[in-house]
Structures are given as C-alpha cells and as structure tokens.
C-alpha cells in the first residue's frame, strides 16, 4: 500500500529529510510525524498485543496509539511532534532504557 | 489592600481554547497576570486549533462558517501575550491542593496556585464497533484535525459514521477540502430530529448552518444514510481498513468499500483534573455520561478550584467563550473584586439559550447506548490492550464486578494507555447491560495521576 493519509493543499512547503527505520524519506516543514510517515506507508508501529498494524487514532494526543522513537530511545507522540532535519525514527519499541544505568 | 491581593494571589488557568482564552481576558481587565498552562504548543485549543508555521490557508479555508469567531479568539489571544505567563506545550499531569505538577518537553516543574480554571475542554466520544482497532480508524476530532492542521485527508475513501453535529461538519469540510467521501453513516434517526426541533429552534443560525450542512453533502451526491446500526469495520490486522459494514432504517445490510473510517458521537468532557482535586461530578441524564458539578458560573464543589468549556459540560466553543468570562467573574467575585454585573447577565443569557439548544442536540443525536448490549463478544472494546467485550462481560457474570473500576481492575478495560478515554464510557454500558442495572448505577472510571503517560525519561527541574 501506497501512503494512507492524502495530502489535500499545502504542497508547496520547503522539504525535510529524515529517516525512518534506517530508511530516508522526505517531508514537508511543519509535517507531524505522523504525517510525514502515513503519506508513504500505511502504519506507524505495531501493536504490543496483537498482530496488529497501527496508524493512530485521535490525533490530539489523548490515545498514545502513535507513539515513534527516535535512535536514541527517546519516545514521541507521532500526533504531536513535528518533523526535523536529520531526525532518526525508530517504529519498534527499543528495549527499555533505565535512566539510571546511564 | 485590594491591589496588594491581586499581585499575591495566584491564579492558574489549564488550557487555551476558547474558554481558556475568554477567562484570560477577562482576569487581565481585572488586573491579574494569570499563569495559562496549555497542553498544545499554540492556543486556540482543537476547535481552533492553529494551523503550523508556513501554512497559508486563509480563515475562511480553515475555519469555514466559524472563521470570524477563530479570528476574533485568535487576535485576542495575541494581545494578551505579553500580559499572562504563558506556558504552551506544558502538561499538567497531576495536582494536590495548591500545586500543580507539570511536565514540559521533558522536564517536570510545579506550579502553587491560590485559585485554578480548569478549561480542559473535550475529546471525542467514542463506542466500539467491531474491527475498530484495524489501521486506518481514526476519532471524528482526528479526522477533522488531520484536515485542519495538517491539509491531509485521513484515506483516499472516508467513511464518517456515528452521530452528532461534528459528523456532518466534518464530512463537509472534507468535501470541500476535495478528499473523497464514500458515505456518511449517522446512527441517529430522522425522526429524533423533528422531535427536538423546538429546542434546537433556541439557536436558528445554528441550525440553519447544520441544514446547509447537509444540503452540501446531497449535492455533492455522498450517500447519507440516517439510523444505521453500525455492524463491522472490514479490513484485517496487517494492511487495515478495508470497509464498513452497517445495517440500514429499513433492515438491509450494507456494505461500502473504503480505507479509513472517522468515527465519534459527539464528545466527552476531559475532567481528570478536576476528579484528582476531589470535585463532585454528576451524571447528565440528557447525554447520558457524567459531567463536572459546577454552579451557574462555573464553581466546583472545591472552593478555589473553578471550571469552564467543554471540560465541565459540553456544549460546544460558543458556550466556552462566555463560560469562561463567566467563570473568570465567579472569581473575581469570590474575591470581592468588582464585577460588571451587566456583562455578567449577558453570558449567563447567552448561556441559557446554549443550553436549551444541547438539549436538543442531545435529543436528536443520541448517545446509542443499545449498541454496547449489542456487541458481540469478540468485539475490541480497548483499543489499547486488544480486550473483548466478552473478557469484560465475564468480570461481571464470573466475579460480579458490577462497578466500573472493579471491572477495570479485572478486565483491564481503561487501564490502557489512552487510560480510558476511548473506551470506559462504553465499557461502562457493557457491564451495566451485563449486570442489568442502569449505567449511572456502575458508576465512573476514576481519573489517576499521571493523566496522561510520562516518558522514563522525564527530569526533575529544581525549582
């Protein structure tokens, strides 16, 4: 599947690139992430209880449905979160990373 | 003495939106400098809600019919700038008496406050259907924001099911906008309409502009279908959305083909908050869920703890601007500063006239609350965690959990990660079906600190 959200207007903002499972994608400056991701691919993660994609579902940052992280193990709300140069998105959840282990 | 009280007393408003913003306003005309916390990175709150840096859609693009009101929320919000302390992108994650605890970009903070108005304002209400949890579903609210902020549609075919105003407004905006709609679905009969067509008459424009709605969803040829029962979501766990299923008034299944479903019924007020500083709440008969306890201007059961908008009772951004001049005047009041007792009046008129006509609106867009006794078994009713409306079931025909937060702690329903939101309002209609009593008898999920989750990796500022 193509992307699954249609851009509609707006097109003619500057580009970002960043990337996204190691893969580089472009977006437009001012794109949450989630936009940036579902306008070329049909998920954001997997589900942690089922076998289920997911895409988000509020948009206004109440379900935690779109939650990314970045290479660093820094989580993001995909909703709420605009796109930056150079970002590295991660779409599986890394393992747990304890503050305190440094 | 009056003067050296304004400079002292600490006052705190939660969120920017329209109710918000007026209660800003009407505290800087009275010589305060609010602290106004906002979870959103700009104000206007999700009703009018501000498009990103580099958009160049105009008012009339954005906001339609509701253009002049956005303008007028969104000037005034920038004059107040420089004479409020300003906190966006700041979320206020619990509280006790006289401090709240918030997080911003990672960093937690506390904030003292002598008197605090909450304008937390709403989310979408949602009941379950089966296959909802498939990639490609989104909230109605969603739908609209991916429109709004963002220019994108949420599919290349959009199905809007459920019922309220918000789907026919919604619908329209994505006609106009040139995304492709493949069917409005409203569980709502024609009938219930007619029926409250003397309270809706309370606001004519209002419902000249819900006509007008509709008019344009004919003429663009949508097919709209009134008092459906909505069956299933078609689609599987890999690739999503692929369709929805529903059965018409007149009996006939119906089947129509699309990648993504926007699916509300109207809204829930957000009152976490107000439930963590220990306000009463009261069950709202006519809308059939429970709402923030709040006199005629906005006064919790907690002195010192106020509430105005859509967080404390829905009836939509119009109603959120005057509650929260009204609240803002309770205040002031309570702390015997002067009060314009003719703008007073005026809101409270206004706010009547509001009322009458969510009546209506209540009336004719049912809370259809038959549909969670009608689940099947193997429907999802969390999202979230992927539990059944059978798992829930079972907590109250195999260990008589025949209250809401017994139910959760056995089922796990509402103890996801949207902690709630999604789906405790139906969850609590499937254990009041299952359990045979009436669904303010279950009672209410209680709200719990974190309201919403914290990263492991939050940071305490020292003070």
Redesign the interface.
Known sequence: ?NG????????S??TVQLKVDGMPIEAL????LM?ALL?QG??LRQ?E?????????????????CWVWTRS???LRA??N?VREGLDIVTTQPE????LRG | MATARLSTHRVVVVGAGPAGTRCAETLVAAGFKPILIDENRRDGGQIYRRQPEGFTRDYATLYGTEASKAGDLHQSFDRLRGQIDYRPDTLVWNLTPGQLCCVSQGKHSTVDYDALILCTGATDRLMPIEGWQYAGTYSLGGAQIALKSQAVSIGHRVVFMGSGPLLYLVASQYVKAGAKVAAVLDTSPLSKRIGALPKLLARPGLLFTGMKLLAQLYRAKIPVHLGISPLQVLGDAASGVSGVRVRTARGETLTVECDAVALGYHLRPETQLADLAGCRMRFDEASSQWWLAVDEDGRTSVSGVYAAGDGSKIRGADAAEHAGRLVAMALLEDLQQPVNVGLRDEQRHALAVMDKFRLGLAQSFPWPSAQAKALPDQAIVCRCEMITAGELRRTVSEKGACEVNRAKAFSRVGMGRCQGRYCSQAGAEVIAAAAGVSVQQVGRQRGQAPVKPLSMLTEEVSP
Do not use: K, Y
Not at chain 1, 29 to 32: A, R, S
Not at chain 1, 49 to 65: E, I, K, N
């Open positions: 599947m699954r959200f249609v851009r509609l207007a707006e097109q903002r500057p400056q001012g794109d949450t936009v306008t049909s998920a589900s209880f089922d076998p289920g994609r997911r895409a988000g579902f509020c948009l206004m940052g109440a379900c935690q449905d193990g820094e989580r909703c709420s605009e747990a990373i304890w503050p």
